[in-house]
């Protein structure tokens, strides 16, 4: 059975004082739904997405969802992890409730407070999601596994991180474009690439410009039946989900190399019946600077070791071969872990469908969002395609 994406919501993205759970869902639900042109009653199932490993001290949060608006009362609801991948898993989750006749209409929720804890606490909650028995001291938290790919990669290809400091400059130069950004900084690759007080060492390779931010948000995706809706003028198909999960040690990995995302890559256009080029742009998971540049080499755009041409090239802009990250990215949109997913396809959608864009898109058809989680463990892919 073939899916929509009819009805979005997306809350700004930033450290929001006060923030809560409860509300963020409620906000993007009463968005989405009301997007879709439809009554909270027409919801069939609704899947929220949310990591929280000791974030927020409310757990359970799909039993939150039926009472977020009345007609959600008694409505099935369930909640799905997958670390920093969380939110294309409730995408994924609502696309196989519909396209096995469980459903019509399915709302899909990511959401994420990380502010509440202080930025260190933060690091430490995130390595739950890393392999405990060898990696939980990792210094500086995930932004240390990361440092360790940044490693290995040097040690066979060279040092990566001017190429890395240029995805800084890039994403947060299309991020002053997007009104719900966290970041909206003029930065340049210069800046991006030297250690300063303002551009402080994180750890290893990174700098804090190679490094997303702590972020709290929600956003929201009213998935519907292609056969069951009438929204057709804010319709965007579903084409083709795909994932793989890797070996989760790094310790048992080729480091220099997202093997997980170069396998859910393929499966990704073979189930779209697609290629690269084919694809109007795409929205990826830069956590980490460096996880954007190997990602280049592993959905082949760039043969392994060469990422850093499609910089030189022009590839990756505005305007270029396969545009990346005209949101901002992680880097600048801002990285609440549960919600990003789910950000990532509403922001897509409305770039397909011109409802916001950072540059010029002209007749773009295709997209395809990228979220990994863990580091490098697990990759989701969706292709979505414009439908009017």
């Known amino acids: 059975m073939l899916v929509d994406l009819i009805g979005y919501a997306h809350t700004p993205f930033g450290k929001l004082p006060g ?101 260190r606490e933060v690091g430490q909650a995130l390595l739950q999601a890393c392999y405990v028995p060898e990696e939980i001291d990792t210094p500086a938290g995930f932004a240390g596994m990361f440092a360790r790919l940044a490693d290995a990669y040097a040690d066979r290809h060279g040092d990566p991180h001017p190429a890395m400091a240029r995805i800084a400059a890039k994403n947060h130069a299309n991020g002053l474009h997007n009104p719900l950004a966290q970041l909206h900084l003029n930065v340049d690759a210069a800046f991006c690439n030297t250690e300063s007080d303002k551009n402080p060492r994180v750890v290893g390779r990174l700098l804090r410009s190679d490094c997303s931010p702590v972020s709290d948000g929600a956003a929201a995706v009213v998935l519907s039946a292609a056969g069951a809706h009438t929204r057709h003028d804010n319709a965007v198909r579903l084409r083709a989900t795909a994932q793989a999960t890797d070996l989760m040690p790094l310790s048992q990995r080729d480091m220099s190399e997202l093997a997980g995302t170069r396998v859910a890559w393929q499966r990704l256009m073979a189930k779209a019946g697609i290629s690269l080029d084919d694809l109007d742009l795409l929205e990826t998971h ?86 990994m989680g863990g580091a490098g463990v697990v990759t989701c892919g969706s292709v979505l395609e414009r439908m009017n």
């Open 19 to 119: 923030a809560e759970v409860e509300a963020l869902m409620r906000e993007v639900a009463t968005t989405a739904i009301g997007d879709a042109h439809l009554d909270a009653a027409d919801i069939d199932a609704v899947v929220v997405g949310h990591v929280n490993p000791g974030f927020v001290r409310q757990g359970f949060t799909a039993g939150l969802s039926a009472g977020l608006l009345p007609g959600l009362h008694m409505v099935p609801a369930v909640r799905v992890e997958n670390a920093c991948a969380t939110g294309s898993a409730a995408i994924h989750h609502a696309q196989a409730l519909i396209a096995s006749g469980q459903a019509r209409h399915v709302l899909a929720i990511g959401v994420e407070v990380m502010s509440a804890l202080p930025t």
């Open 286 to 371: 830069d956590c980490f600077t460096i996880a954007e540049l190997m990602q280049y080499e592993a959905i082949g755009l760039c043969a392994p070791g060469q990422g850093a041409r499609a910089l030189d090239e022009g590839w990756v802009m505005p305007g270029g071969r396969l545009p990346v990250n005209l949101s901002g990215g992680l880097k600048s949109k801002g990285h609440p872990v549960g919600a990003t997913g789910v950000s990532m396809h509403v922001m897509a959608a409305w770039q397909l469908l011109g409802r916001w864009r950072s540059a010029p898109l002209p007749n773009a058809r295709l997209a395809a969002v990228l979220n």
